[in-house]
């Protein structure tokens, strides 16, 4: 299998805090990888990292082979690596085709499959309306399109599910699965709702305190002692 | 005296959390238990009025506060400890404590800096220095006595052991429990079950925005399938 | 030796009112993250206010009571105005003050009428002193110790009374600080008394080394600009060593060659920057609010595009049926509907704010007209040569305002139109100073009126259409995604800092054929191409046209002439066009064709 990102001890510290401290990975061509970890953990730092929107103190990122390391975020969406944001971020003055035709643009791609982008993640209807009177179930769905518009080889999901009614989840997840299988697209997604995760995940990678403590098959890191303990406090004790 | 009825509240459009109703009487305290992403955080700040609440009512002490600008819920006495901390980095320890300071001081023996140190003497120790070079253990317990500061009769603290070391975190367990015995009430909310059942008697269990369970944490620890359905891996 | 020394005194002495007037502009940023404009007004008033009082009271009583009653006017302005914009795009934030900076200095002219006045010098402090057998004033060494001094109470406030520390912790994080119990209004009101205050006293000591006078206000607010962008915004020890720096540069720097000195202060900027991208002392802002109000763009719609086609029609025909005169106003219309449409372009389209557009304008004036008159030039190719300098001049100002977030390009536009006004008035070799530079002709074929009027026409219309074109294009589409959301764009592949820059230099070429137009039909050009009121004028025509209609600088350029031409012999029009800025700020902020708009979907909302 070839190896899409290789990220070698990349570390990031805020003053005196390590947010992310020696972390290493690799992701293989066709993985649908979970980031999880408690709140602080270092998640959402390291995601910036990847995606180029904070630069490293240490460490290197290769990405098919370059090393991506001090790249630009635009240049790192250049090279293939497409992202969504925790709070789904689309242009607030345009309509959701609009919003797709400006992801294509900016990849100087034509414009003319936006509507078909727009159907695949499964909005049909509405692709005229302006974004800002969309609901938000619907923003996040143009915010996938835009980023599956230049047909990313690396996918970023920070929470694809984040801040959708419990019904809309599951749906938005099998959506996302079917989409980056037909397509052949490498996934690293972070994400709270445990369901989600040990039902799309191939593979999850745990963090705590800004190391990553885990990187396995579902099955494994549900059982792992250290991953239960960061999630759950400290083992209960029997007399507690 | 913390009556939450029904509220819901989100971020732009994102909903976050809906149909949240609790109770806290004087002295009382409860622990908000639930995974990431469940609603904790929004919840406590939709009571600090920091996240405008879209339905509902939060009364506190008979007024009904819900949506009032943060500062008066802050003077009517309640004391907010956020999730990131937010320590003035800059200014020294003392200094940071300062600011928690309100005018009018009520109660028998308001909170000082002395008194401050006494609970923390951790944060004694580096009172002169600025507070971004405090660990994160210590920056905790800054934020925890910033709000102390202001004489609180409520005390929010949210997720008070993200991010800290075990020893760390009974370090500030015992804490909040001294606190408890001083009489102040505490809503906490938590991944750590084990501070949290320090800090409170009762418990809910948030999950994807609403309330999935209510109780004491001696019923919780009498059904163990509960604790891994809401709040396991 | 002494020599130099004596040369460095002088520059600490000019340092002193320069870190006054900074210092309160970077307290009150750092607290209500408004960069106030009128900040230059306020050290205006100080020495108009001191000078008055000094007339009765004397200079001692005179300096406190300036510096306490300017304190006054800025509580004042924050409690009628800027209080209401505390969560309004910054564009209007920044316009507000602008607007205030109108009303104050025509109500200076109106108190104090348009002489200069020098006030008294100093009872006791009137001698010289030798160090190193050089004569110091002895004025000199006292507003140093005042400059030192301010530092020290400031330092003393900030770490020992409770105001100071939650100043500071503000200025950190204000949404924590209020979660605090601290009341935020009062916070903010406190803040600009002081940070008024402090302009206000570095006016009043100015009182024995220069007469107080209308021209005070803009050239202290480009180099305070300077002096926090240098120091770092929102810090008061950093704008102390950035004045420094700036004071001396200027005092050495007038030895070895006076006109260095005004590029001077930019270039050690550029320095400045390139090391350290929010200045010596300065933080990365942790947030950056909206330029402007994002919404859809208008469009021009069916009505729109006959009435569009009805006035390219109009203005073909203008000249068989019209007199010299309206042939001449309609021109200079089309002129600055083209500088106002590449404004619109930059702000609407691109979030971004240039309070200096005359900058631009005046560069391709005076290119068009040094390249006739000095070179030898034709009139063709010195209009072609005109938007290439004035490219070069937004390339330059560009390069700095995209490594820095939008407050600064505001601030940044102004400081360069202002120094390049006061390089065209005293670098009179070249420019002819305040007499300019005449007789720059059209060529033969376009010298009659009516063949002037069609070349503008035809030169502004393709720059107004081109523009049009562009912002609607794939261009325009990817610089307002920047606009709508940095982080998603970046994500997508949009180098924002190229394109804003590229948006930046395509304004700025705008204005600049606008200004090399201009010259030839006025056959000369004057400093006050360059000078603030005209970047102003060009604002309000874009506000007053409408940020996010297409038609809204052609609109504003007509309605503001009219205006302009009716309202501009009443004494006191600048105020009143001040007024109106603070107005469009605070009540109308889409403009005409924004306001009309709106009416007109009501209305056919309610008829259906």
Redo the contacts between chains.
């Keep these: 299998m070839s190896t899409v990102l290789d990220v070698n001890g990349i570390s990031r510290s805020f003053?005196?805090?390590k947010a992310v401290d020696e972390v290493t990975f690799t992701l293989n061509k066709g993985d649908v990888a979970a980031l999880?970890g408690?709140?602080?953990?270092g998640k959402t730092t390291c995601f910036n990292l990847l995606s180029g929107a904070l630069t490293v103190h240490s460490g290197s990122v290769l990405f098919g082979g370059h090393d991506i390391t001090h790249w630009q975020p635009h240049q790192r969406a250049r090279a293939g690596i497409g992202r969504t944001f925790q709070?789904?971020a689309t242009f607030r003055s345009m309509t959701a085709i609009e919003n797709v035709e400006a992801a294509l643009m900016a990849a100087g791609l034509r414009t003319d499959t936006a509507s078909q982008l727009l159907q695949d993640v499964g909005m049909a209807g509405l692709t005229g309306t302006p974004v800002t009177a969309?609901?938000?179930g619907d923003?996040k769905r143009v915010e996938l399109a835009m980023a599956l518009a230049a047909d990313p080889v690396l996918l970023l999901l920070d929470?694809p599910t984040?801040?959708?009614?419990?019904d809309e989840?599951q749906k938005i997840m099998e959506r996302i699965s079917d989409l980056v299988r037909a397509r052949g697209i490498t996934v690293l997604f972070t994400e709270?709702?445990?369901d989600a995760v040990f039902g799309y995940a191939s593979r999850i990678l745990a963090m705590d305190?800004g190391r990553l403590i885990a990187d396995d098959s579902p099955d494994a890191?549900?059982n792992d002692a250290r991953?239960?303990r960061v999630?759950?406090?400290?083992p209960?004790t029997g007399d507690? | 005296m913390l009556d939450v009825q029904s509220i819901q509240s989100?971020?732009?459009?994102?909903?976050?959390i809906d149909d949240v109703s609790f109770q806290l009487e004087a002295s009382e305290s409860l622990a908000i238990l639930g995974?990431?992403?469940?609603g904790k955080t929004t919840t406590l700040k939709t009571v600090?009025?920091?996240t405008p609440a879209w339905q509902g009512r939060i009364v506190f002490k008979g007024d009904d506060i819900v949506n009032l600008?943060?500062?008066t819920i802050?003077?009517a006495g309640i004391g907010?400890v956020?999730?990131e901390r937010?320590i003035?980095?800059?200014?020294s320890v003392t200094?940071?404590l300062?600011?928690?300071?309100?005018a009018g001081a009520s109660g028998a023996a308001p909170w000082t800096v002395e008194r401050v140190f006494e609970l923390f003497p951790e944060i004694a120790r580096r009172s002169m220095a600025p507070a971004?070079?405090?660990?994160?253990g210590e920056r905790q317990m800054l934020a925890v006595g910033?709000?102390l500061m202001?004489n609180p009769d409520l005390l929010l603290l949210d997720?008070p052991?993200?991010?800290l070391?075990?020893v760390v975190v009974n370090r500030l367990g015992d804490a909040l429990a001294e606190l408890r015995k001083s009489g102040i009430a505490i809503l906490i909310s938590?991944?750590?079950?084990?501070?949290?059942?320090l800090a409170a008697e009762n418990v809910v269990i948030m999950e994807?925005g609403r309330i999935a369970y209510r109780g004491t944490f001696t019923d919780l620890?009498k059904n163990p399938e509960i604790?891994a359905r809401l709040?396991?891996? | 030796m002494g020599f130099y020394f004596a040369q460095f005194l002088t520059g600490l002495a000019s340092a002193s009112s320069l870190f006054l007037v900074a210092a309160g502009l970077s307290i009150i940023f750092g607290v209500t993250r408004i960069v106030n404009f009128a900040h230059g007004s306020l050290f205006m008033l100080g020495a108009f206010i001191a000078y008055s009082i000094s007339q009765k009271f004397g200079f001692w009583l005179a300096v406190p009571l300036a510096a306490l009653s300017v304190g006054a006017v800025g509580w004042a302005m924050e409690r009628t105005v800027l209080s209401r914009l505390y969560g309004a795009p910054e564009l209007f934030q920044l316009v507000a003050t602008f607007g205030l900076v109108l009303i104050v200095q025509d109500a200076a002219l109106w108190i104090w009428g348009p002489t200069d006045l020098l006030g008294p010098r100093a009872p006791g402090l009137t001698g010289v002193v030798r160090i190193f057998d050089q004569p110091i004033p002895e004025y000199d060494l006292f507003l140093i110790a005042v400059g030192v001094s301010v530092l020290a109470a400031i330092w003393w406030m900030f770490?020992r009374t409770?105001f100071g520390?939650?100043v500071?912790?503000a200025t950190?994080?204000r949404?924590?600080?209020?979660?605090?119990?601290?009341?935020?209004a009062r916070l903010f009101q406190a803040t600009f008394f002081i940070g008024a205050a402090l302009a206000g006293l570095g006016g009043a000591l100015e009182m024995p080394r220069q007469p107080a006078s209308l021209l005070m206000d803009l050239n202290i607010i480009a180099e305070a600009f300077v002096v926090v962008v240098i120091g770092g915004m929102g810090s008061v020890t950093g704008a102390f060593l950035a004045a420094l720096l700036i004071a001396e540069l200027n005092a050495f720097g007038i030895l070895i060659l006076p006109e260095i000195t005004l590029v001077a202060a930019f270039a050690a900027m550029a320095v400045v920057l390139v090391i350290r991208p929010y200045g010596l002392l300065g933080r990365p802002a942790t947030s950056a609010p909206h330029a402007v109000e994002i919404q859809p763009p208008q469009t021009l719609g069916q009505t729109g595009r006959i009435t569009a086609l009805g006035l390219v029609i109009a203005l073909v025909v203008l000249p068989f049926v019209a007199g010299d005169f309206v042939i001449v106003l309609t021109a200079d219309i089309m002129i600055f509907a083209l500088f106002a449409a590449g404004l619109h372009f930059m702000m609407g389209t691109g979030g971004l704010v240039s309070f200096g557009h005359a900058a631009f304008f005046g560069i391709g004036a005076y290119a068009a007209a040094l390249l006739v008159n000095n070179a030898g030039l034709g009139m063709e190719i010195a209009l072609f040569l005109a938007p290439v300098f004035a490219a070069i001049g937004a390339a330059v100002v560009g390069w700095f305002a995209v490594r820095l977030s939008g407050v600064y390009l505001a601030m940044l536009t102004l400081a360069a139109a202002q120094i390049l006004w006061s390089a065209s008035v005293q670098w009179q070799d070249v420019t002819g100073g305040d007499d300019g530079i005449l007789g720059i002709w059209p060529a033969a074929w376009a010298s009659g009126t009516t063949a002037y009027y069609y070349l503008t026409f035809a030169l502004t219309t393709s720059g107004i259409v081109s523009l049009m074109m562009l912002a609607r294009g794939r261009f325009g589409i990817l610089l307002r995604a920047g606009r709508d959301a940095p982080a998603r764009a970046q994500a997508l592949g949009i180098d924002i800092k190229l394109r804003n820059w590229t948006a930046i230099v395509i304004a700025g070429s705008a204005a600049g054929l606008a200004g090399g137009i201009f010259a030839f039909s006025k056959g000369s050009v004057f400093p006050d191409t360059l000078a603030i009121p005209n970047s102003v004028d060009a604002l309000v025509m874009v506000l007053l046209g409408g940020l996010h209609a297409p038609a809204g600088p052609i609109l504003g350029a007509g309605v503001f002439a009219l205006l302009e031409d009716s309202l501009s012999r009443l004494p006191y029009w600048r105020a009143l066009l001040g007024a109106a800025v603070v107005g469009i700020a605070l009540f109308a902020p889409g403009g005409i064709a924004g306001s009309l708009s709106k009416w007109l979907r009501r209305r056919r909302e309610g008829t259906a």
């Design positions: 003053g005196g805090l999880i408690p709140n602080g953990a709070i789904a969309l609901a938000y923003v929470e984040a801040g959708m009614a419990a989840r709270h709702d445990m305190q890191v549900r991953v239960q999630y759950l406090g400290e209960e507690a | 989100g971020y732009g459009k994102a909903l976050a995974r990431n992403g469940a600090m009025g920091m600008s943060s500062d802050a003077r907010y956020p999730e937010r003035f980095e800059s200014l200094e940071n300062l600011t928690g300071e309100k971004g070079t405090l660990s994160g910033r709000a202001g997720e052991s993200e991010g070391a075990p938590e991944q750590n079950r084990r501070l949290a059942r994807t620890d604790t709040l396991g891996v | 770490t409770r520390i939650l500071r912790a950190e994080d949404e924590m600080l209020q979660a605090l119990g601290v009341r935020p």
